[in-house]
């Protein structure tokens, strides 16, 4: 009999506090849940006597009933009041949205650009599709060079009609700006042209069919190969550390003489030797050179004055040799796996 009271005197001390309908229902779950404090005393009812029974029976029924009503009006009293999870709280701090980031690609090549920025390279756009002749002619490419065959390039439909110099296509590489850039200026000129070209090719592990160069040149009175070697050794450092070493090699390239490639120390094993770098400490980055007098010919400068140097690298392969990446199709996939680690 006592423990009928003792809830009693609980329940009322307990709904008493209740202010919001998640702590009612709590209340109602302590109390009338199939474990609750009405469910646990009925369960002492086979112990009693006869005569005890009946008594404990109504006491237990009122307690019942009284908690039942007193649970139904605080219910309508809290009708209309707002639950805590549906309240705004307007002092919590907000929920951030998910934000993106540059493609790997994209910060190195800004990186580059900008150190070649900070030497007073103007930047330069070229169209992507292009005349044959500003992508082959202009730059000293010999009509049966093997770079035009269709295997290699990406001839735009339809263009049958048209003369071979005025054939539209995707451009092999940035070196098509080179004379469409000297159109309306005169040299001395620095200027770089980063952008996409496009080859005809099967992909593998270290060939896509669109890919991201930098071009650049310099023309001016007195450039010579020293003019060369200093810009594109600070170049090496300001993207790969200052302990980094340079080395040129003879090399050919239809449109400079002499032709000219750059290799940078192993950046992994610091010109130990690696499976990196074919044990061999180097690695190849960079194809440069005077520029054609050709090329200036084509660019109308006078090369009897004038002369100049030029380079072009593969914003994606020194991406992956950057960042350590085996795979080029893993860069255009756009897969955030991948893209999420840089
Ligand atoms: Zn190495």
Redesign the pocket.
């Known amino acids: 009999m006592e423990k009928i009271a003792i809830i009693e005197k609980s329940f009322d001390k307990d709904i008493a506090k209740v202010v919001s309908k998640e702590e009612l229902e709590q209340i109602k779950i302590k109390y009338l849940g199939r474990k609750g404090e009405i469910a646990r005393l009925s369960k002492t009812f086979g112990s009693l006597s006869i005569s005890q029974k009946k008594d404990f029976g109504r006491k237990l029924n009122e307690l019942k009933k009284h908690i039942e009503a007193d649970v139904s009006t605080k219910e309508r009293s809290l009708k209309g009041a707002v639950s805590k999870t549906e309240a705004i709280d307007i002092t919590a701090p907000g929920s951030e949205f998910p934000e993106g980031h540059l493609h790997p690609v994209t910060q190195f090549l800004e990186k580059a650009t900008s150190v070649f920025q900070t030497m007073g390279f103007e930047i330069y756009e070229s169209p992507e599709v292009e005349k044959a002749f500003y992508n082959f002619d202009a730059i000293n490419v010999p009509k049966d060079h093997p770079a035009r065959d269709s295997w290699d390039t990406f001839y735009v439909d339809d263009n049958r009609t048209l003369d071979d110099d005025d054939k539209l296509l995707l451009r092999t590489h940035t070196s098509n700006a080179q004379v469409r850039a000297m159109a309306d200026r005169k040299p001395p000129v620095r200027v770089i042209v980063p952008g996409k070209c496009f080859r005809n090719e099967a992909t593998d592990a270290s060939h896509e069919t669109t890919f991201y160069q930098l071009e650049g040149f310099v023309i001016d009175e007195g450039i010579s190969v020293s003019d060369l070697i200093g810009a594109l050794t600070h170049f090496a450092k300001k993207m790969f550390g200052n302990d980094v070493k340079t080395r040129f090699r003879p090399h050919y390239y239809p449109f400079t003489e002499p032709s000219i490639d750059m290799d940078i120390s ?1 950046f ?2 610091k010109g130990k ?2 499976s ?2 074919k044990k061999s ?1 180097w690695i190849e980055v960079m194809p440069c050179g005077m520029i054609h007098p050709n090329v200036l010919k084509n660019m109308n400068v006078d090369s009897d004055k004038y002369s100049g140097f030029a380079f072009g690298f593969g914003i994606d392969r020194l991406t992956m040799l950057y960042y350590g990446i085996e795979d080029m199709r893993l860069i255009h996939s756009g897969d955030l796996r991948f893209i999420n680690q840089f």
């Open positions: 192993c992994f094993c030797g690696c990196f770098c400490g």
